[in-house]
């Protein structure tokens, strides 16, 4: 009887923490393309055309960002002419390797939100000195579930970002 009892007890130590865990949720679990980020910008193109903002060159790189996530996205942007992309995406840009000047960015005063749907992307340009050589432009952007029922930004969410690398134009 004292060996069922002792049994019991341990198989009970055993399997109870095993039956009450949750499935754990791993980051690939919640991508649509499993080897790519959740959130990436990617290259399309570069081109002449006529400067967007006073100071700026002709030159523009087209990016995409893309959500690759199985829930929505949602960054800062505005509308911009069609031959600029979808839209204008609202940016920072930071040196990532050795030193030197990085330009301001110009851009509207105001900023509209961005909800991008699971598995969607929108190309956007940017001025090709914002994207020189140890430059990186990065875009901060919120999950769904960080929105506020209104639409509106939570700021005690965190923060997300995610970067594009002038080494990561083709040909530099």
Not at 90 to 104: A, H, L, V
Request: with cysteine; net charge positive.
């Amino acid at each position: 009887m004292k060996f069922k009892i002792q049994l019991v007890i341990i198989l009970a130590v055993c399997l109870i923490p095993c039956l009450a865990q949750k499935r754990e949720i791993r980051s690939s679990d919640v991508r649509i393309i499993k080897n790519l980020p959740n959130v990436y910008l990617s290259f399309e193109r570069e081109g002449k055309i006529e400067s967007l903002y006073e100071g700026e060159s002709n030159k523009r790189v087209w990016l995409r960002f893309h959500n690759n996530s199985k829930w929505k996205v949602m960054f800062c942007s505005n509308p911009v002419p069609k031959e600029y992309g979808e839209t204008e995406a609202d940016y920072e840009i930071e040196r990532y390797k050795g030193s030197g000047e990085i330009p301001g960015t110009k851009s509207s005063d105001t900023c509209g939100y961005l909800l991008l749907n699971s598995g969607k992307s929108v190309l956007f340009s940017v001025p090709k000195e914002h994207l020189t050589k140890g430059l990186a432009i990065k875009i901060q952007f919120r999950y769904g579930w960080e929105i506020e029922p209104d639409g509106s930004d939570n700021l005690l969410e965190p923060k997300h970002y995610v970067f594009f690398y002038s080494e990561d134009i083709p040909g530099k």
